[in-house]
């Protein structure tokens, strides 16, 4: 049995229309919307699943926020990676507890969030500052403060060289960088034999390019592929695709390192 909602915690309101909104309790607050609005005294101390209503009648089902949620309601400085492939990143680069990594390009942090979910411990490279306090900001209020022990985050540039001190000491290189085919050398002197490097690219040049990088017999089981999420309409007997699908984000490129 979940815990109740308390003070401080983060929570999602979902209204009739399935409108989400994202809020962190905090006892003497209270949500404010176009419908009215609800004091956080009137979720806090109740189950999740709670239905609350505003002071102009509107219905509220309150939840605590998935992964999911937090990605695409979170602050964000630089464009997220979406759930549709940050799934597929952590099932091709093999992210599993213990997992070292190093992500260049963390942006935002839903990368950074998905891989510490699974176990990974990660250095991340961003070259602004902004970007990098965001993400740890981001990790902290979801995951917790005990997340930050796996995630080290440091102002530098990837296309520069990574750090001789983690050479050999990666097992897993994820990129979201425009130019990823100039880390490729970086990578085979960071990554451990077997380990994996992937790629995430808005463009088809950028992960051709990637995968030119790629193209040597130190590399092996290279490939790329691209998820497209198409919802479906389901209401009674109608029942058919959606008008609108999330097709194109960007390409996920692939590789393993095998050595010399």
């Known amino acids: 049995m979940t815990r109740p909602f308390a003070d401080g915690d983060k929570v999602l309101l979902i209204d009739g229309k399935q409108r989400r909104y994202l809020i962190n309790l905090s006892a003497g607050s209270e949500f404010h919307s176009h419908a009215g609005l609800v004091p956080h005294l009137d979720i806090i101390g109740r189950p999740e699943g709670t239905r609350?209503?505003?002071?102009?009648?509107?219905?509220?089902?309150?939840?605590?926020?998935?992964?999911?949620?937090?990605?695409?309601e979170m602050p964000r400085g630089a464009q997220v990676i979406y759930p549709k492939?940050?799934?597929?990143?952590?099932?091709?680069?093999?992210?599993?507890?213990g997992t070292r990594v190093l992500e260049s390009g963390v942006g935002s942090g839903a990368l950074?969030?998905?891989?510490?979910?699974?176990?990974?411990?990660?250095?991340?490279?961003?070259?602004?500052?902004?970007?990098a306090r965001r993400a740890v900001a981001n990790v902290?209020?979801?995951?917790?403060?005990?997340?930050?022990?796996?995630?080290?985050?440091?102002?530098?540039?990837?296309?520069?060289?990574?750090?001789?001190?983690?050479?050999?000491?990666?097992?897993?290189v994820v990129l979201d960088l425009p130019e990823p085919w100039q880390v490729v050398p970086h990578a085979e002197r960071a990554l451990c034999e077997?380990?994996?490097?992937?790629?995430?690219?808005?463009?088809?040049?950028?992960?051709?390019?990637?995968?030119?990088?790629?193209?040597?017999?130190?590399?092996?089981?290279?490939?790329?592929?691209?998820v497209l999420h198409?919802?479906?309409?389901?209401?009674?007997?109608?029942?058919?695709?959606?008008h609108r699908m999330v097709a194109h984000t960007g390409f996920l490129s692939v590789g393993r390192y095998i050595g010399e």
Not at 52 to 72: K, N, Q
Not at 157 to 162: L, S, T
Request: proline content about 5%; charged content about 25%; hydrophobic content about 40%.
């Open 52 to 72: 609350v209503v505003s002071t102009r009648g509107a219905r509220y089902i309150v939840l605590r926020p998935t992964l999911e949620d937090f990605v695409v």
């Open 85 to 97: 492939d940050l799934a597929p990143i952590c099932l091709l680069a093999d992210i599993a507890p």
């Open 112 to 131: 950074s969030m998905t891989m510490l979910r699974y176990g990974a411990h990660i250095v991340g490279y961003e070259l602004r500052d902004d970007f």
């Open 140 to 172: 902290r209020e979801f995951l917790g403060p005990d997340a930050l022990e796996r995630y080290d985050v440091r102002v530098r540039d990837c296309y520069e060289g990574i750090e001789p001190e983690l050479h050999r000491n990666i097992d897993r």
């Open 194 to 226: 077997g380990g994996i490097l992937v790629a995430y690219t808005p463009s088809i040049t950028q992960a051709a390019q990637t995968r030119a990088a790629l193209a040597s017999h130190r590399w092996t089981g290279t490939r790329t592929l691209e």
């Open 230 to 242: 198409r919802g479906w309409y389901i209401e009674g007997a109608a029942v058919r695709p959606d």
